[in-house]
């Protein structure tokens, strides 16, 4: 028996690799299936089921594409509703594995086919949970995604995901491992830990949606408190889960096109294409095609782009770092973004070389921040971290404008004074500005190095929020 959690930090999740005397079971894939199929080459091993925990928001699962190519059947919990063929499971049902066998056990709440797989190895000891997200490592799953689908509210849900964690999951013995689907970053939690792996007699003890004397009435409460409005492309994601999707193969082929500078700015001007700048920000700082939005390859870059970007339709041009475009457009079609139409061959180099348009995006130290509120302490300085960041420290007279919200607070920018933008570190803050940037606002300067830099100066600081304002 061999379990390996196959961690995809970009999108915190985590995909599970089953193997058993030449069976193979894969839990929750990711899109992109070719490493599995591999992997099972590998091991002289065929690829049996697929197991999904539910139809999931925050990411697009592989498990079509692995199902075409390998034969495997998709496995569902109960009252899963597919627009494709699969094995909608009893609660209880059980596969056999090589050696062991594979329980579903239905845990609604977070949805209504939500679905944990109980493995237990050859002897029938109950020795690992994969909870999808039913459960997380200090955390549960949200129960506000599936309130339309279910036609209940948040707070039923949440009723429902109580009684399925206390008669499913806290009944199993402390020594069975638990294997979520995300880890700390993902938005289908709240408060998850940076671990990814841990046992349920410890979450028993640390997860506080796990306490055994806790009341339903208190974990509705807890579970439903401070919830977030959920990122714009997750029903999107659903709906590519439920009903089916492109094969990633045709959207690489199609994303990966190079074209050249003029075909690339005829391209933008026809279709009305996002120009997405996935550089790093210091390249992006010294030169980039006006009204490009940045976000960075080398931050979280797929989480960004649903949430800054509303509409998976839309179409995108890349300017990337060079040998990283099919990167690029395999991340971008992780989150349900199928419409790259190609790259710009020899990047900004090449658009700089051809004569065309080029803006830059002023950027001081925060050093340089420092003289200026020294100089004037009714500088306007915009942070674009969370809220939560921002309650533990912030420079003074600070104005809070989460990046995910940064269209709720367009109104609040100065016209025309000069003001000053950070994040924590100078990824989220580059963001911001090429947003901004792209909508005709250019009075703005990038703090580099974020607040990470900002407390080691002089700058004076404060701590909390006088207003709710959303993360």
């Known amino acids: 028996m061999y379990i390996e959690q196959i961690y995809t930090g970009c999108l915190a999740q985590g995909a599970y690799y089953i193997e058993s005397n030449g069976e193979v079971a894969i839990i929750d ?6 490493p599995y199929v591999k992997r099972a080459q590998l091991d002289n091993a065929s690829i049996k089921y697929i197991f999904e925990t539910h139809f999931h928001a925050d990411f697009v699962s592989g498990h079509l594409t692995l199902s075409k190519e390998t034969g495997a059947p998709i496995i569902y919990g109960p009252t899963a509703n597919p627009s494709f063929e699969a094995i909608i499971a009893r609660d209880g049902q059980v596969f056999q594995l090589g050696e062991i066998t594979i329980t579903a056990l239905h845990t609604p709440g977070h949805t209504m086919e939500s679905t944990c797989y109980l493995l237990k190895d ?14 997380f490592l200090g955390d549960v799953g949200r129960p506000d995604l599936a309130q339309k689908a279910a036609h209940i509210s948040q707070e039923e849900l949440a009723g429902i995901l109580y009684d399925s964690l206390r008669t499913k999951v806290m009944p199993l013995p402390d020594h069975v491992i638990v294997y979520p689907a995300h880890g700390a970053g993902s938005a289908c939690g709240k408060h998850m830990m940076k671990e990814t792996v841990d046992t349920l007699g410890n979450q028993k003890l640390v997860n506080y949606a796990l306490r055994e004397d806790m009341t339903k009435e208190e974990f509705v409460q807890e579970v439903t408190e401070g919830l977030l409005p959920p990122p714009t492309y997750f029903p999107l994601n659903v709906k590519m889960n439920r009903e089916g999707y492109e094969d990633i193969q045709e959207i690489i082929q199609r994303g990966t096109q190079a074209l050249s500078c003029d075909a690339f700015e005829a391209a933008a001007n026809e279709t009305g294409a996002v120009i997405l700048d996935v550089r790093h920000q210091h390249d992006f700082i010294e030169g980039h095609i006006p009204r490009s939005i940045f976000i960075g390859l080398d931050g979280d870059f797929a989480p960004w782009v649903g949430a800054l970007i509303a509409d998976v339709e839309q179409p995108i041009l890349l300017v990337s770092p060079q040998g990283r475009e099919e990167e690029a457009v ?10 790259t139409l190609g790259y710009l061959k020899g990047g900004f180099e090449a658009w700089k070389q051809a004569g065309k348009e080029v803006d830059t995006l002023e950027s001081v130290s925060a050093k340089a921040l420092e003289s200026i509120l020294t100089r004037d302490e009714n500088t306007p300085v915009f942070d674009v971290r969370k809220e939560s960041e921002y309650r533990i420290s912030h420079v003074k007279d600070a104005h809070l404008t989460p990046l995910s919200y940064l269209n709720d607070h367009l109104a609040e920018l100065p016209k025309n004074d000069t003001f000053y933008v950070h994040c924590a570190g100078g990824y989220r803050s580059v963001i911001a500005a090429s947003i901004l940037k792209s909508r005709g606002i250019h009075n703005l300067v990038d703090v580099g190095g974020g607040f990470d830099h900002i407390r080691t100066t002089a700058i004076a600081l404060d701590s909390g929020v006088d207003s709710e304002v959303s993360e």
């Open 330 to 339: 395999t991340r971008l079609s992780r989150v349900g973004f199928d419409k």
């Open 122 to 135: 050859p002897e029938g000891r109950e020795h690992a949970i994969f909870t999808g997200d039913t459960l």
């Open 29 to 34: 894939p990711l899109r992109e299936v070719k």
